[in-house]
C-alpha cells in the first residue's frame, strides 16, 4: 500500500535546519563581539547571584562580595577560554554552579568560625577552608576525566539514557525561573513577555529585519527593561515598600557600583593560604560529581545547537579533565563556588541560532576585561534579578528541549522505552523536591547523622535531579533485556554509532558541521 505523502514521520536530523553558524563557521568580528557580550550578559545572572548567597553567610559586606563577583568572572573567562580551546572546543561557557552552594554552606554555617568576633577575618577564614576543600575536590575531576574513567561510563550513554541527562539539566532549574521572576512582576514579567515577542513573534513579522531580532533579543529587550527599571527606581516609586522587594526591584541595591575599585586584577592565594579539613574535601567531592553530570548533559546540548558531531567518549572525558583543572583555578583564586559549563550560555545558542567557537572566546574576553575594570563590570552587573530570571524561563526552555529532542532517534513504541523514561523523569524531579522540601522545612537534610560531611554527600547528591535521572535511566538502561538485539536499536545506539562512524571518516578530532539531509548518509534500516 501506498504511504501518503502528508502522513509520513518527520526524518531523523541531528544538525538543526534553522542553524546560522555552526561551530567552525564564525560570523563577522562585529556580529561576534556583540553576540559575545550578549553571552557575557547572560552569564551574569549567576555569577552575581551566588555571592550574593553565600558572602554574607561567610561575614563579607559589599566589598568583599564585590571582590568574589570579580575573582568569579575573571577565573570563568580563563576557563571558558580553556575549555573552548584545549577541553571539548565547544561553544561552552564554563562558570558558576549551584550543586555547590549546599556543601558550601555548610561549611559556612559548620561554627568552626564562630567565635570570630571581626566578620572580616571570619570571611577570610571561612573562605580559605573552602579553597582548600575545593583544590582537593578538584583531583577527582582531573582523575576521573584524564584517566579516561569517563570515557568509560559515557561509552555505554545511548540516545534514550542521554534524554533525562539533557532534559533535567534544562528543566531541573525551574525554581531560578518563575518563582524569582515573580520577586518583582512588575520588571520581570514585562522582560518575560518582550523577549518572546521580538525573539519569536516580531522576528518573522518584520522579515528583512529577522535576523536582527532573533540574534539580539536578549540585549535589545534586557537594555529595554533595564531603562523601564531605572525610571521606576528613580521616580520613588519603591520608596515606601518593603525591603526585599526593594532588594530584588530596585536597580542601586545590589552594594555593587558603590563598592567596585575601579582597576582590580585578582590573583592566585589573594585571601591568604588555604586552610584543609577532610569532612569539607569529601562534601565538595560530591558536588565536583554532581557537577560533571549536570556539565555532560550540557555538553550534549551545546553539541546539537552548535551543529556539531555528536560527541565522542574521549571528547567528553577531556573536557571533565580540563573542567576540574578549572576547579583547582576556583580553589586558588578563592572563587566561593565551584565550576560547571553554563545551562543559560548553552539554551542562548538555541536562541540567537549561532553556535560558533568565535562568539564564545570573545564573551570570554569581555569576563576577564570586566573583572578588571570593576567599575564597568558592577554597572552591567546591577541589573536586577528578574531580569535574569525572566531571560532563564527561556533559555532553560531551550536546553530541556535539546534532550526531548534525543527521542527522534528512540523507538517510542516501546513499553521498554516508556519505563526508562517515564520512571527516570519522575523520580529525578520527585526525589529531589523531596530532599529540597524537606531541608526547607525542617532545616536539615532527610538523612541527619552525626557526621556532616556524610549528610552534605547525600543531600547535594539526591538534591539534584539530573544525577537521580540519569543514573536510573543509565541503569535501566543498560540492565533491561540488554541482550536483545532490537533493543539496541530501541535504546537509538546504532544512530550515534553511525554519526561517530562519520566523524572518524573524516580523519580529524575537529567537529564539523554535519549535513542537513542525514538519512542520505545514514539511510534507515
Not at 568583599?64 to 571558558?80: D, P, S
Not at 548553552?346 to 567557537?357: D, K, Q, Y
Amino acid at each position: 500500500m501506498t504511504k501518503v505523502e502528508g502522513l509520513q514521520p518527520h526524518p531523523v536530523r541531528d544538525q538543526f535546519p534553522g542553524i546560522e553558524y555552526c561551530i567552525n563557521s564564525p560570523p563577522s568580528w562585529y556580529e561576534a563581539t556583540i553576540l559575545g557580550f550578549q553571552h557575557y550578559l547572560v552569564m551574569l545572572g549567576t555569577t552575581v547571584l551566588i555571592p550574593t548567597i553565600l558572602v554574607p553567610q561567610m561575614g563579607g559586606g559589599n566589598e568583599e562580595k564585590v571582590r568574589v563577583v570579580q575573582t568569579l568572572l575573571f577565573v570563568a573567562g580563563i576557563k571558558t577560554l580553556l575549555q573552548t580551546y584545549f577541553g571539548t572546543r565547544l561553544p561552552v561557557v564554563i562558570g558558576g554552579s549551584y550543586a555547590f552552594i549546599i556543601p558550601t554552606l555548610s561549611i559556612i554555617l559548620s561554627g568552626r568560625y564562630a567565635d570570630e568576633i571581626d566578620p572580616h577575618q571570619r570571611f577570610l577564614k571561612t573562605m580559605r577552608s573552602i579553597q582548600g576543600a575545593l583544590i582537593i575536590a578538584s583531583i577527582f575531576q582531573l582523575v576521573i576525566g584524564f584517566f579516561g574513567i569517563w570515557r568509560i561510563v559515557v561509552r555505554y550513554l545511548s540516545p534514550l539514557s542521554a534524554v533525562p541527562l539533557v532534559t533535567l539539566a534544562g528543566l531541573g532549574l525551574y525554581s531560578h525561573g518563575f518563582p524569582a521572576v515573580a520577586k518583582c512582576i512588575e520588571i520581570g514579567l514585562p522582560q518575560l513577555i518582550l523577549l518572546i515577542l521580538f525573539s519569536q513573534y516580531l522576528s518573522h513579522a518584520l522579515g528583512g529585519k529577522r535576523v536582527l531580532l532573533d540574534r539580539f533579543s536578549v540585549l535589545i529587550t534586557v537594555a529595554i527593561v533595564w531603562i523601564y527599571a531605572v525610571i521606576l527606581t528613580g521616580s520613588g516609586v519603591y520608596k515606601h515598600r518593603r525591603p526585599q522587594t526593594q532588594f530584588h526591584c530596585r536597580t542601586d541595591r545590589a552594594g555593587l557600583i558603590h563598592s567596585a575599585p575601579w582597576v582590580k586584577v585578582p590573583y592566585p592565594f589573594q585571601w591568604g593560604s588555604p586552610s584543609f579539613h577532610a569532612g569539607d574535601c569529601f562534601a565538595l567531592m560530591a558536588a565536583s560529581f554532581v557537577a560533571l553530570v549536570e556539565s555532560t548533559g550540557t555538553y550534549i546540548a551545546v553539541s546539537r545547537y552548535a551543529g556539531a558531531t555528536p560527541l565522542p567518549p574521549s571528547i567528553l572525558s577531556r573536557g571533565v579533565g580540563w573542567q576540574g583543572f578549572g576547579l583547582l583555578l576556583d580553589g586558588m583564586f578563592g572563587t566561593a563556588n565551584g565550576s560547571a559549563a553554563s545551562v543559560e550560555n548553552a539554551g542562548l545558542l538555541g536562541l540567537t541560532r549561532v553556535g560558533s567557537r568565535r562568539v564564545v572566546e570573545i564573551s570570554a574576553v569581555f569576563m576577564i576585561f570586566f573583572a578588571c575594570l570593576g567599575k564597568f563590570g558592577a554597572v552591567v552587573a546591577s541589573i536586577p534579578m528578574p531580569i535574569a530570571a525572566a531571560l532563564y524561563c527561556v533559555l532553560f526552555a531551550y536546553v530541556a528541549s535539546a534532550g526531548l529532542g534525543l527521542l527522534q532517534y528512540c523507538n517510542l513504541n516501546s513499553f521498554r522505552t516508556k519505563f526508562i523514561l517515564g520512571t527516570s523523569i519522575f523520580l529525578g524531579l520527585s526525589v529531589a523536591q523531596y530532599f529540597n522540601e524537606f531541608s526547607s522545612v525542617a532545616g536539615y537534610s532527610p538523612v541527619h547523622t552525626h557526621s556532616r560531611p556524610f549528610n552534605d554527600i547525600v543531600t547535594v547528591i539526591f538534591s539534584s535531579p539530573v544525577v537521580v535521572a540519569a543514573t536510573l535511566a543509565y541503569f535501566f538502561d543498560c540492565t533491561l533485556h540488554h541482550g536483545d538485539s532490537e533493543v539496541r536499536k530501541d535504546s537509538g545506539r546504532h544512530w550515534w554509532e553511525k554519526f561517530r562512524s562519520y566523524r572518524t571518516d573524516m580523519r580529524s578530532e575537529e567537529f564539523y558541521c554535519l549535513p542537513y539531509n542525514l538519512n542520505k548518509y545514514f539511510p534507515s534500516e
